[in-house]
């Protein structure tokens, strides 16, 4: 109860903080002393602790489970987990909302602190745009998504969380993803503040570096731990599904990838200046756009929860206020720099990372229009449709072959005008990775030729980068990392995809169902009783050709609170292949509907995503060391 | 007769243009084949012609029509005007019930039979996808 107060004034105490913050870094900004003013800094401190404090005091709400609080009472239940009462603060719409805030009063208080050495009209500025950005969000949680509205009479027991959330991958997910999604705000404030101030330069590229890169860390793991989650949770055996909402977080990866690699033309050859602030710009706005789609109840999706159209028309009108600002600051104030040298090669570092970004921007447009295409045309012609998994392959697959093929030989040439050396180790080992690959396809597919083309390229990217890791001296050892986990994810989802098997049956208890590669055989059923669930537990052994036998486990958990079935796979892992399991309760019937899927190489996407994350932390530790 | 500057802006500039239009030629085009259209059972019912292509239908699971055996699973979906059989071999999601609403994605056999090659698995008991909300109305 108590606490439900401190949470709610706490905000808007912090709203008001936003409206003093304003008018004390304006007067700042016209006085003429060299350093910025400290109480601006006080003041976003103070921000920050005020919106850390409304954010406790929710967690302690949902840990109380104090149901006289509306979203305690919609998300939570005496009998689950501590652990599960505490994620469950951001498994909601506004505790989630809270969490947007105080990821973006924090990066600003850390922008203030880490960026002493810049320009202090350009700290003032880029403070002021972000404020202008909290300002919004402050007001979208108080007016249409209150995390600390009351209830009476007070209710004796809450909804629950739905089960679905119930997991560690996904307690963790909303605030990693959030981190790296809201962290581009502070990349697009900065980068307005740079046009204004006319700092679009090399010094301000090394300084933005960094943000651009612990964004991109921290987004790149959050989608993998999504992605884990829909992997063993949803029972569908895949990890990526092209799902309007995945579709949302990777759209800003793909802009802010491409942001990274132009960021490296920037602090090296400072050319490139409007299209470093136009992908900055674009980011966030991709970022605003997710949570508007995924807010708004306007995509459907297997994500979408309970939603409010009020909600999406104001996240909505945000967002155009927010574009038409930084469109308007663009035009107004960017004013390209005429001095640099404008040598330009053909065969150079800078034209292989613009292919990088051409890329880009080619599989940001079609995720983009397959996410947007099907919205468009209900509100058009009120038809419905979806746009599934074959749209994206047959349009991403085939460029990734080129895309490969330049992103090995792209880090090999050198800035302004460069020439290929080593030519013959470069064919020597394009050569072997095309023999090696024949003989692996060879057996595997029926589409030879294009998978031969496909999982070439993949290796050759592979050797290469191997190659360098192990003979080159380690001066570029982050990107050499971050590419050659790349490669490898390549070749894990494309072996994944070759070599996967599936068997779906209905089975009765004690029968034994035969194919082709071995034998699936339902033993027994048992059942067991958890505080907030009851489940069934199947045991199955399943004997493979060599009469081999393997003992899955999966579960269908009945949970109480709210009432809901979920299955829970059983998933053995093994560094060359995972055995996958999920049963499925039938109503009313003796036959258990089953999936048994073999799924190689699962386990190398997830390292390959960690090895590309951590080219991210690599670089982003080693510019810390060399200043 | 121009400098060096304008004419690589012009070539770059020819570039952007000519891959933008190719890109956006491409994803038309795959659009077409790709696109799945979700139909409500009393829609199929009007249809004139049958198409070949994938389509989504959803509605109720009609109450008493669930049928299973060791291959298959059979149900009737309805959208209180008109309902469609289908016949289904694979995976059931777990809220998956009669008496709930569900998507189906497969394809027509006739204006009566639907071969379902995929049961769309949703979070929530309470959540109804916004055309099986519309398709069966205000019931």
Redesign the interface.
Known sequence: MLANQIGYYSLILGLLLSFLLCAVSIKDLNSSGKRINQNVLYLSFLQLIFVIVSFLSLILSFVNSDFSNETVFNNSHTSKPLFYKISGTWGNHEGSLLLWLLVLTLFIFLFLVKSRKQPKKYRILTLLFQQIIIIGFFLFVLITSNPFNYLFPVPVEGLGL?P?LQDPALAIHPPILYLGYVGTSIIFSASLAAVTQNYVSKEWGQHIKKWVLVSWVFLTIGIMLGSIWAYYE???GGFWFWDPVENVSLMPWLTLTALLHCIIVLESRASLTSWVVILSITTFTLSMCGTFLVRSGIL?S?????NDPARGIFILIFLFVLIFLSLGVFFLFHKENNKKS?N?FWLSRETSILINN?FMM?FL??VL??TI?PIFLDVMSS??????P??YQ??IVPFLIPFLIFMSLGPRLKWIKSKIENKNSLIFTFLISVTLTFFIIKNLTTDLLFYTVLVSAAFFLFFITLRELFIKKLNNISQTVAHFGFSLLILSILFNNILSSEI?????IG?KYSYSKGEIFFKKIEEQKESNFNSIIGYFEIKNINGKIVKLKPE?RIYNQ??????EADIKTTLLEDKFL?M??????E?F?I?YQTKPFMIWIWISVLLLSLGGLISLFKNKYEK | MYGKKVKLRFLFLALILASVILTVFLILQSLRDNVVYFKSPSEIKSLIELDKKKIRVGGMVKEQSVSINSNEVSFIITDFKNEINVIYSGAVPNLFAEGKGVVVEGFLKDKNYFSATKILAKHDENYMPPEVKEAIGDK
């Open positions: 739905n679905i949803l029972g569908w459907n297997v994500h979408t929860f309970a404008n330009f051409w080619y447009s079609v229009i397959g295409y038809e419905k449709i979806s746009v599934g074959p749209f047959k349009l779906i049956t209905n089975i009765k029968e269908i709210p009432m809901v079935v979920t299955s999920v499925n309760l039938v109503k009313g019937n036959y509907n999936r």
